[in-house]
């Protein structure tokens, strides 16, 4: 079995940052990609980045795209979210994913970490 675990959340001041790290533990895999959700209360989940193994290509949410950045430590399956510039409509809890390989679908999902951006 596969546990993501995430850390870094917290409660932060608008126009302050944060940045997430996720680990993935137990037995050996390949990735294809890892990435981060978020769902805030009464709203749907949404992909916020996704960063491919091979490639090193990325993607983000619109939303997020020159504020947050999402990079990797391809040894030890880790990756980090780096989120600058926070609004409080980036208040939400933030769920690491992982997609194995040959697969267009996220496998893994870690229990989620609050991020709170105070107005």
């Known amino acids: 079995q596969v546990q993501l675990v995430e850390s870094g959340g917290g409660l932060v001041q608008t126009g302050g940052s944060l940045k997430l790290s996720c680990a993935a533990s137990?037995?050996?895999?390949?990735?294809?990609?890892m990435g981060w959700f978020r769902q805030a209360p009464g709203k749907e989940r949404e992909l916020v980045a996704e960063?491919?193994?091979?490639?090193?290509?990325?993607n983000y949410a619109d939303s997020v795209k020159g504020r947050f950045t999402v990079s990797r430590a391809n040894a030890q399956n880790t990756i980090y979210l780096q989120m600058n510039s926070l609004k409080p409509t980036d208040t939400a809890v933030y769920y690491c994913?992982?997609?194995?390989?040959?697969?267009?679908?996220?496998?893994?999902w870690g229990q989620g970490t609050q991020v709170t951006v105070s107005s």
């Open positions: 137990g037995r050996t895999i390949n990735v294809r990609r």
């Open positions: 994913v992982l997609g194995l390989p040959g697969r267009n679908t996220w496998d893994y």
């Open positions: 960063i491919f193994w091979s490639t090193g290509n990325r």
